[in-house]
């Protein structure tokens, strides 16, 4: 081999070897902006993703809008927006003011416990029962179901006074009521269910067409506004007698004591 041809080949291999790092150089850029690319694209994505995120959840929700709809007043109610729910004949000034929220589990104990007892002294003429609901749980548990419960009440107020406090009493009933951590109630189907156990409101398709249509969902928000702003009543459920709060009563005994010491009764 002459050196000649020697030097020629070498420099014939630095040059294929220049060349090849030059296209390796240019392959390696074309990766780098792939990756910046799709980076990008990701990041636009999350950001995109975020920004629906916020923008779907700050949308006013069906109950949102009910807050500002015109109210329909369920028939036997009363004041503004129907909020006051009075119910009985007597010609006593004795009330009973009851504060309950549907999925309270209180509620639904002291209804099974102490529910036809005070509904007696009502229909004996011994008072009259006034009742204000409200939907906080649905606040501090996520979900409807107080809200819907109560829209499905003010439906049953619409068809008799004897129909919103038996329903009331079937929806606090050990065999309807869930846990409080269970959004049953945001279910018409199943409001429908206890409702036809009901004489009053079973086969009802006014009522039913009332729940399913959400007819008293401005009346629900109306009274649980009417709830948030009640003076002194930091739980549920409270009871208070001529507008005074009194202690819950355990038993049948203790009610009727409660009843002796604020005047009512024989």
Known sequence: MSKRNSQAAKTAARERLRQERERQAKRDKAKRQVVVACSIVGVLAVAGGIGYFVVQNSKPTGWDKAAEAKVVLPANSSGKDGTTVLIGDSKSDKVVHLYEDPRCPACASMEQGLGE?????????????????????????????????????????????????DYKGALFSA??????????????????????????????????????????????MRMSDSFQKAKDVESTPTIKIDDKVIKNPGSVEEWNKTLKDAGIGK
């Open 117 to 165: 007892t005070i509904n007696k002294g009502m229909k004996d003429g011994d008072y009259k029962l006034s009742f204000t609901l409200g939907t906080f749980l649905d606040n501090n548990l996520s979900g409807e179901g107080s809200k819907n419960a109560l829209s499905a009440l003010g439906a049953a107020l619409d068809v008799s006074t004897d129909a919103f406090i």
């Open 175 to 220: 065999e309807h009521h869930p846990d409080e951590s269970t959004d049953k109630f945001a279910d018409d189907s199943y409001l429908i269910k206890v409702a036809d156990t009901v004489d009053a409101l079973k086969g009802n398709k006014k009522f039913q067409d009332s729940v399913k249509n959400g007819t008293f969902d401005p009346w629900a």
